[in-house]
């Protein structure tokens, strides 16, 4: 079935550092992706949809400037968490829709996720 | 997108049939009805999918009256690695990408 990788699975990092976060469909394509951020006990928050070869789609209240995006091939998103501080520790999760050969239906297969910690 | 509303946690034993109700009210024509799991610290899994009536695969299985206005995860016998969360989302199909927005799920808690 679909897979798709995060690297890396846990970061810590200073206050003020940049932190990159990578996802990959290892075994199809994907057009599109999306990026979720989740506090503990708490549901899946959809910050962007990541288009290959576009401008990232975020929700309001989500930051631009702050969480970049960039969807630079079919196989590959990256998140990038600029300027991190405290209150940006939590786990974030991507995820990517396989066209599943014609079945139609939007199934996504998501990361296993990558913890971030900021010090 | 269809909102859906699911009980914030249940318990149950081993071995036991679990049954997680969800309901979408405003459920459109195209809307399809998917579930996933979540363990702590992990992406969510996809369990089962449906449009209407019943869906069945290896580990679940879907129930959905003629109105569509509410739908039924089924687990049979379950075991303690099925404690997780479990989230109900409607998704509409179409042949682009549609955006999934998750509910706050429901906490499933399988004891010996």
């Known amino acids: 079935g679909a897979v798709v990788s995060q690297h890396p699975s846990r970061v810590i990092c200073k206050s003020g550092t940049s932190v990159k976060i990578e996802c990959r469909s290892l075994d199809f394509q994907a057009t599109t992706m999306f990026w979720y951020r989740q506090f503990p006990k708490q549901s899946l928050m959809l910050m962007a949809t990541?288009?290959?070869?576009?401008?990232?789609?975020?929700e309001q209240g989500v930051e631009k400037d702050k969480f970049l995006i960039n969807h630079a091939s079919l196989t590959l998103s990256t998140l990038t968490v600029t300027s991190a501080h405290p209150e940006d520790s939590s786990f974030y999760i991507c995820s990517a829709s396989d066209s599943g050969g014609g079945s139609g239906a939007n199934v996504l297969t998501f990361g296993a996720g990558s913890r971030l910690t900021v010090l | 997108l269809a909102k859906t509303t699911q009980p914030i946690s249940m318990d149950s034993y081993e071995g036991q049939e679990v049954n997680i109700t969800c309901s979408h009210n405003?459920?459109?024509?195209?809307?399809?009805i998917t579930w996933y799991q979540q363990f702590p610290s992990q992406g969510p899994r996809f369990i089962i999918q449906?449009?209407?009536t019943k869906v069945t695969n290896e580990v679940a299985s879907l129930f959905i009256p003629a109105d569509r206005k509410s739908s039924t995860l089924s687990l049979p016998r379950v075991s303690l690695s099925d404690t997780a969360v479990y989230y109900c989302?409607?998704?509409?199909?179409?042949?682009?990408?549609?955006?999934?927005?998750f509910g706050a799920g429901t906490r499933l808690a399988v004891h010996p």
């Open positions: 990541s288009n290959e070869g576009s401008k990232a789609t975020y």
């Open positions: 449906g449009y209407k």
């Open positions: 405003n459920i459109a024509t195209n809307d399809y």
């Open positions: 989302l409607v998704v509409m199909f179409s042949g682009g990408y549609n955006k999934l927005i």
